[in-house]
């Protein structure tokens, strides 16, 4: 039997659901801070702004959104199969496109920086 | 339920009965058993089948959560009899045989897709033939020995394709079990046969069916951990997958 090719999607799945509980809860309170009004100075709009302007801190911010857009993805199609909505294919198509469609617009928007 | 000073009780039992000779369909048999608070289910079988019910059919042959045989269902959780004690249960009892699985009669499962899985999966030390039987035994580490000896617990009892839901879905699915055991093997120091057994669990019907719902783990009785197992299997198989596809000078 030939060996399956989901390690594409798996790996996705797995280094951002790794990203998706480390990094996220992080970024949620940053967020949180910021709309309260608190913003530590290091997170300030213009340091944040320089570290997202640089090749690095663009690479960086991709990756993260990249690995959770996919990992989340899957997560969605999965727990659409296990509530009983069985139709894999299309549930995983418009999931996966979604996903796609968000990667594109980080790369815009990170490219507008 | 009646209990007085001697911890003896009187426990009521539903039974699945089916003899596929006669029966249309399988249908529950009640029996009220005098059992003592200590014994387990399969206690109570035993005491049925010898005093109340010789026609009763059922698996059972250590009593000591070795052997593996008396996996059932027990008020519809897949258990050892031997394991499961009648104070924990305390009102009627109901005992059906491991779900997925078809009825060979009574409480025994048909465990031919089980057996058949297994071997596709050559749960055993595949050699490279350097290590000869005059060198002796084939020494390992205490290190080397524990990264398999929890996997290597299993008595392939099937409570695990029982509770796996994925397995009821898709009856294709490997299975917990039998990719624990390639994984058991694949992490021995003896071995070198991962490669042929990554052709058969490295596939969609394989490790890939996996959700990682993880009941497996929740009702296996040797702590073995078949989900990490699984889990432990998929990162290697994604590692695989990257080396052959853009690393293929590389050796595994």
């Known amino acids: 039997m030939a060996k399956s090719n989901k390690p594409i999607i798996w790996g996705t799945f797995a280094a951002g659901g790794e990203i998706v509980s480390l990094v996220m809860p992080v970024i949620i309170l940053l967020t949180l801070l910021a709309a309260t009004g608190h913003v530590p100075t290091v997170f300030s709009y213009e340091t944040m702004h320089a570290f997202a302007a640089g090749w690095f801190g663009k690479l960086v911010l991709f990756v993260i959104l990249f690995l959770s857009l996919w990992s989340q993805a899957h997560r969605l199609r999965i727990t659409c199969f296990d509530f009983g909505l069985r139709a894999d294919t299309l549930v995983a198509i418009v999931m996966y496109v979604l996903a796609a469609a968000g990667s594109i617009a980080t790369v815009v928007f990170l490219a507008r920086i | ?252």
């Open chain 2, 1 to 252: 339920m009646t209990e007085n000073r001697m911890g003896a009780r009187q426990v009521e039992l539903e039974v699945l009965r089916y003899n596929p000779e006669t029966d249309q369909e399988p249908k529950f048999q009640r029996y009220s058993v005098p059992c003592i608070n200590e014994w387990c289910v399969l206690d109570a079988l035993n005491y049925l089948k010898d005093n109340l019910d010789p026609t009763l059919a059922y698996r059972w042959s250590c009593h000591m959560q070795v052997c593996g045989s008396c996996g059932m269902m027990i008020n519809g959780e897949p258990k050892l009899a031997c394991k499961a004690m009648l104070r924990d249960y305390p009102g009627t009892i109901r005992i059906e045989p491991l779900a997925h699985f078809p009825i060979e009669r009574d409480l025994v499962s048909v465990a031919d897709d089980f057996i058949a899985k297994l071997k596709r999966v050559k749960p055993y030390i595949i050699s490279d033939g350097k290590h000869t039987i005059e060198q002796g035994e084939y020494k390992q580490t205490p290190a080397q020995l524990k990264r398999y000896r929890q996997f290597a617990m299993c008595i392939n009892c099937m409570l695990c394709y029982a509770a796996c839901p994925e397995y009821g879905l898709q009856p294709k699915f490997i299975g917990p079990a039998a990719i624990s055991l390639a994984h058991r093997y694949n992490l021995d120091s003896r071995d070198v046969g991962r490669d042929e057994r990554q052709e058969e669990i490295a596939t969609n019907e394989g490790v890939w069916e996996c959700t990682f719902v993880g009941a497996c783990s929740d009702v296996c009785p040797k702590h073995v951990d078949p989900a990490a197992a699984l889990q432990q299997v998929k990162v290697a198989s994604t590692v695989d997958w990257y080396l052959e596809h853009f690393m293929s000078w590389v050796k595994k």
